[in-house]
């Protein structure tokens, strides 16, 4: 790479990490903002009213309605969007940036707002490589389309953007995307990455996902616990992407759920946990903070942790435009909150140690679900601030990930790559030669 070459490489990344940073910040602020006004109006005004209940599922309605023109608009904002982009790279899929840029952001809000489980940071990445390609194009780059440092770079910036992690970012690119490990990438997706997260910062003033503030190192004594949670996050990661790629499978092949049904029933279902269950919404439930106090026996906790898993499978099968990390890591901190109760009432550990439990076992179910276990890891790292923990992190999830793949469970991006390719997003290339058909007539002459 020529002087030149370097330095239009460092232009594009900066404006590709201020924009994302930009954008995504105001998706970020958005959801808070409408988050907070629900949550205060809700209990303002109370669910005992008829008219407040009618006000709630009408809304729902409402959102669920939006939700599926959007999809009708542009199709592939459906899911995550990861697989979609790790398509994109491999030059096998292509899209509308501006259309789905403007799709995705708009339809992650709605699924939000309607109170579904799914994450903010698959329709991020996503949209941070759709801000890519725009780049691309105002270079007037033939091959912005699929060109690996515009939507791999924009996909560092948003991940970066969207935990305020830009290591992990950077990590996400290589061990997830499996982008090779070449100079001119690792300089885009630090400096998109990184100037995503300054950008968001310096305007919106985001800190931390999970303060926990400055937890002690996890004590020599207490060493066992991380194959103890390896393990056990292992095996429940498996099981969740068991359950929600065939919940997503089934949903995509039968016929008694037609896209807008598939749509309205998790946005009713989070009407219904409104009035019965709240516990299990955003804004409404517990924080993670909250679960690391342990405000609930062990008992409760198990059944909000299936609660949660089977409405995070429930939401993403539905097709809107949500991710699944968030909810994985919601779930590992419940799973946490699970495992530190039940080793209080054995007086095995004290209860100091619930938030790095809970921090190990939500990088264990990143690492496990994902396969991503370093990416998992730096994200805990970046959200919490416990780098004086980061050996017992790191390990965990990589014994969590290796756990899964010894149960011969596939990687979650793996699965759903694959289901774009049989639902038909892209074509599968031709492996022979079709034969060349006789006409009828000849056929028929020669018969006679």
């Known amino acids: 790479m020529g002087a030149s070459g370097l330095a239009r490489t460092i232009v594009q990344a900066l404006l590709i990490g201020g924009v994302t940073g930009v954008v995504i910040g105001l998706f970020r602020h958005l959801n808070a903002m409408i988050t907070h006004w629900i949550v205060r109006a809700v209990n303002a005004h109370g669910l005992s009213d008829g008219l407040v209940g009618c006000a709630v599922f009408s ?13 009708r ?7 995550s969007g990861i697989p979609q982009v790790e398509l994109m790279v491999r030059g096998k899929l292509r899209m509308n940036w501006f259309r789905v840029l403007v799709c995705k952001f708009a339809g992650a809000l709605t699924a939000l707002t309607g ?30 389309a699929h060109e690996p440092r515009f939507l791999v770079g924009g996909s560092a910036a948003g991940l970066g953007a969207a935990f305020g992690a830009p290591l992990a970012g950077m990590c996400f690119a290589f061990e997830e995307m499996k982008t ?15 100037t995503a997260m300054l950008v968001m910062q310096s305007i919106y003033g985001f800190g931390l996902v999970f303060p926990f503030g400055r937890r002690p190192m ?11 949670v390896g393990v056990a996050m292992g095996a429940l990661g498996a099981l969740y992407n068991t359950l929600l790629i065939r919940l997503t499978l089934w949903a995509d092949t039968t016929k008694m759920l037609p896209l807008h049904l598939r749509v309205v029933i998790p946005f ?31 008992t409760a906790l198990l059944l909000l942790l299936a609660v949660k898993m089977l409405f995070s499978c429930a939401s993403f099968a539905s097709g809107v435009a949500g991710g699944l990390l968030m909810p994985i890591l919601a779930m590992g901190a419940m799973a946490g909150a699970c495992v530190t ?21 939500m990088a264990g179910l990143f690492g496990s679900s994902v396969r991503a276990p370093l990416t998992g890891a730096f994200l805990m790292l970046e959200m919490t601030g416990a780098y004086s923990n980061m050996a017992f992190i790191i ?5 969590a990930a290796a756990v899964a793949d010894k149960m011969g469970c596939e990687p979650v991006y793996d699965s759903l790559r694959r289901r774009c390719i049989v639902e038909g997003k892209i074509k599968r290339p031709r492996l022979k030669p079709r034969r060349p058909q006789r006409a009828v007539g000849g056929a028929l002459g020669g018969a006679a």
Do not use: N
């Open 268 to 298: 009713m279902c989070a009407g219904l946990f409104l009035y019965f269950y709240p516990t299990v919404l955003a804004g409404f439930g517990m924080t993670t903070l909250q679960l690391a106090d342990m405000a609930l026996p062990l």
């Open 73 to 79: 608009v542009e199709p592939l904002i459906s899911g």
């Open 218 to 228: 996890l004590s020599w004594e207490a060493w066992w616990l991380v194959p103890a």
């Open 341 to 361: 109760a039940a080793l209080l009432l054995f007086d095995v550990v004290t209860p100091e140690k619930s938030a790095i439990i809970l921090i190990m076992c």
């Open 115 to 144: 109170g579904l489980s799914v994450g903010r940071e698959g329709p991020c990445i996503m949209m941070g490589a759709s801000l890519g390609v725009g780049v691309g194009r105002l270079w007037h780059d033939p091959k912005a």
């Open 59 to 71: 809304g729902l309605l409402l959102l669920a309605v939006l939700s599926v023109l959007l999809l």
């Open 395 to 399: 390990i965990t999830a990589y014994i």
């Open 180 to 194: 090779p490990l070449r100079a001119p990438m690792i300089i885009t997706c630090a400096i998109t990455a990184y």
